[in-house]
């Protein structure tokens, strides 16, 4: 009879290990998936801070162009900020954010070419705290 309890505490045990390891597994995949989500929007932030670079050099022909860079960066903070709950990358997330209302204001305000470097600097802290 007490071989037959053993086994069973035995089972019992390797089965609460088995679900202890599975979570474990999944809750690192969950991070690793995060971190790689963070890296692939910050990458794409980088693609639309290159475009408002470009679009601020030829804002003379083409003034829609800083508008439209202007929102797919927007597009892009949103969905980092609702990917993670990392405080570093929320952090640069919102000075991102900032520089790039700072940018959107002084478009408005007829600055044609508005100084981005704000939004460049923001961008590079961005893909800082992404890289794992």
């Given at each position: ?8 505490t035995?089972a019992?045990?390797a089965t ?7 979570a474990g ?5 969950d991070?690793v998936?995060k ?21 601020v ?6 003034p829609?162009q ?6 797919s ?8 900020g ?6 570093d990358v929320?952090?640069?997330v ?14 408005e305000?007829g ?7 704000p ?6 802290e ?6 794992p």
């Amino acid at each position: 009879m007490a071989a037959s309890r053993r086994r069973r505490t035995a089972a019992a045990a390797a089965t609460l290990a088995a679900v202890a390891l599975t979570a474990g597994l999944t809750t690192g995949c969950d991070a690793v998936d995060k971190a790689l989500d963070c890296v692939q929007t910050a990458d794409a932030i980088a693609d639309s801070v290159t475009e408002l670079q470009q679009a601020v050099e030829n804002a003379s022909d083409d003034p829609t162009q800083l508008e439209e860079s202007l929102d797919s960066i927007d597009k892009n903070l949103g969905e980092i900020g609702d990917k993670t709950d990392n405080a570093d990358v929320n952090k640069a997330v919102k000075d991102l954010d900032k520089a790039v209302d700072n940018v959107r204001t002084a478009v408005e305000n007829g600055d044609n070419t508005p100084d981005i470097s704000p939004v460049t600097d923001a961008a590079g802290e961005l893909t800082k705290v992404c890289t794992p």
